[in-house]
């Protein structure tokens, strides 16, 4: 099995309440031999609660960084990695790229959290538009956020915002499953995500293969092995192998599926990142 998650929020995140060292013991207990925490920075995130007044999803950089030093000082039998995951939108670039400057991280994850300034994971997203429009915007937001020109090494969870339809949000409260209705809300779309992956492909970056999506009970990674394969088929080879999890229950879930996943979609090799640099290795039997 894979022993390395390069995909870790901890409580440095706003949607996280775990101890980074918590985490961390979580890995050593795991035999992992490398962790990389990958907390939250989305600046301009505004309060999808209007009684909220703090800022939300905004990394307190030097305390976290202090935190990873820390612990690497204690737990020398694990490699601990400094990554960071930036919620991209066009307002916020340039702060993005120059936070990315000022830290030696080993590792950056640029995401699309936000569409018109909602995130698809709230109700009110939904309620504005159909669900095809609806979609076609979030993968139009994320095809504009690759060419912004912001530094980071993979795109985070692509098809993130399939978790949150209203139907789907229907069939996981309900336990429930439609496989057709899966492959559908990616097929559908799987001309602006060829698109996506082209311009990730030409730019020297890569994707993630992120398990919450099976956590979530939509019995699929993501993104969905469609993407996957359509992404080894355009030549993609940096993909790297994250959690996405916020509690150390989650830490590693569902890599013991990982390599047959992998090997199905045509990859012989995965990506870890130290020092913004890419490591292929091979993926295990």
């Known amino acids: 099995m894979i022993k390395s998650d390069n995909h870790v929020h901890t409580a440095f995140s706003t949607d996280s309440q775990a101890p980074m060292e918590d985490m961390l013991l979580q890995a050593i207990q795991a035999g992992f031999s490398s962790i990389c925490f990958t907390d939250h920075m989305d600046y301009n ?26 612990l690497a000082g204690l737990y020398p039998q694990i490699k601990i990695r400094f990554g960071i995951e930036l919620g991209l939108k066009e307002d916020v670039i340039e702060q993005c790229k120059k936070l990315a400057s000022l830290y030696n991280f080993d590792f950056i994850i640029g ?11 709230y109700d009110k997203f939904w309620q504005e538009t159909n669900e095809k429009t609806a979609l076609r915007r979030f993968y139009e937001a994320t095809l504009a956020n690759i060419g912004s020109g912001a530094d980071f090494d993979v795109y985070g969870h692509i098809d993130y915002i399939t978790r949150y339809t209203p139907y789907m949000k229907k069939l996981r409260s309900s336990n429930s499953y439609d496989e057709a209705y899966s492959v559908s809300i990616t097929e559908s779309f799987l001309d602006i995500i060829e698109e996506i992956l082209k311009q990730l492909i030409y730019n020297g970056k890569g994707i993630e293969l992120n398990t919450s999506g099976l956590k979530y009970g939509i019995n699929h990674p993501h993104p969905h092995e469609k993407i996957l394969k359509l992404y080894h ?53």
Do not use: W
Request: proline share 9%.
């Open 111 to 121: 995401s699309t959290h936000l569409v018109n300034d909602i995130d698809p994971y």
């Open 233 to 285: 088929s355009l030549g993609g080879e940096i993909i790297t192998i994250g959690s996405d999890a916020h509690e150390t229950r989650h830490l590693g879930f569902a890599f013991d599926k990982v390599p047959g996943i992998l090997k199905s979609c045509g990859f012989k090799y995965y990506t870890e990142f130290t020092n913004r640099r890419p490591e292929m290795l091979p993926v295990p039997d």
């Open 45 to 70: 995130f505004p309060p999808q609660d209007n009684s909220k007044n703090i800022q939300e999803f905004f990394l307190d950089t030097p305390a976290y960084h202090k935190e990873i030093t820390r």
